[in-house]
């Protein structure tokens, strides 16, 4: 059997492997090197992918357990955890999926008390401009580099410190970045707080990663306000400098799993209609941040 290649993007996260066709079937074995493979570069993408709802929820629930997401307004219709990221709209104007999603750094889940581990997207639709060239790209950030950059003072700072995290949280920043905001209204638990470290130690490489964001972080328990939000902005900026990003640049066919722990990432949002993007999202669920 050929072993497949990994080739690594040259920024501090992110690479692509080439020689496997998930939709022919693979082995234990490879899913295993594919999950060793996203643990070294937390982002990885597999191109030249024609897989079926069914094919990428199958090979999905081989990387983890898969989760349903939550906001189900989005699921793609007979499916519990394949949601539709686009900004397509149906017959009656209405957004087909999530039409913001990521357009402020963050990582999935951070709102939840088990925040996503991985998530999944499978790229259906890809805008372009007028020259051809790809919109619509997506940015990842490793926070394990991050961490791992630090002066040492802030990291003994940091050591023990612990964070507030909500989705309401996630949607004021969205309203704030003016993205298009067109989302229900959430319900009370939707906006419940989550309490996770502010250094979060990765369940299987051990690595330490940052785990806060502008995005979902309300505060730091036990600061001042002013010096939590201060904090929050600096460790935020820090793990998002332009040195520490690999930008994805998709293609039809793209399917790019990513680590929650280990990095952040960030929607551009360069494109409109008539330009469409059309992404399936599968997630898979995690443990309690330690
Ligand atoms: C997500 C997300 C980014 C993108 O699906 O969680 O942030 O570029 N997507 O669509
Ligand atoms: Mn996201």
Redesign the pocket.
Same mark, same amino acid.
């Given at each position: 059997m050929t072993m497949e290649q990994i080739i690594p993007s040259g920024a501090p996260l992110g690479a692509e492997i080439r020689g496997i066709d998930l939709g022919a079937g693979v082995d234990d074995a490879t899913v295993e090197r594919i999950k060793a493979a996203l643990h070294a570069h937390k982002v990885v993408v597999l191109r030249d992918q024609w897989l079926t709802p069914d094919q990428q929820i199958a090979f999905c629930s081989r990387i983890g357990t898969l989760e349903p997401h939550v906001l189900p307004q989005y699921l793609v219709p007979g499916y519990r955890d394949l949601?539709r990221?686009s900004n397509v709209l149906d017959a009656a104007g209405q957004p087909i999926g999530?039409i913001d999603? *990521?357009r402020v750094w963050?990582s999935?889940g951070a709102f939840l008390e088990r925040p996503n581990m991985y998530?999944m /997207?499978y790229a259906l639709e890809i805008p372009a401009d007028a020259d051809g060239n790809p919109l *619509?790209?997506?940015l990842f950030a490793s926070t394990a580099a991050a961490y791992d950059r630090l002066p040492a003072a802030t990291k003994a700072r940091i050591a023990d410190l612990k964070a507030v995290n909500s989705l309401a949280a996630v949607y004021e920043s969205l309203r704030r970045s003016n993205a298009a905001a067109q989302r229900a209204p959430l319900t009370e638990a939707q906006k419940r707080e989550v309490t996770h470290p502010v250094v979060r130690t990765h369940p299987h490489t051990g690595e330490k990663c940052i785990y806060v964001s502008k995005a979902a972080t309300l505060r730091i328990i036990g600061l001042p306000e002013d010096e939590s939000r201060q904090l929050i902005d600096e460790l935020a900026d820090w793990c998002v400098r332009d040195e520490m990003v690999y930008r994805?640049r998709?293609q039809v066919g793209d399917l790019l799993m990513w680590d929650n722990c280990a990095s952040q990432? /960030?929607?551009?949002g360069d494109y409109a209609l008539p330009q469409r @993007?059309l992404?399936h @999202?599968t997630t898979v669920g995690g443990s309690v941040p330690f």
């Open positions: 949601v990221v999530m999603a *990521g963050h999935d998530s /997207l *619509g790209a997506t994805h998709w990432h /960030l929607a551009v @993007r992404m @999202r």
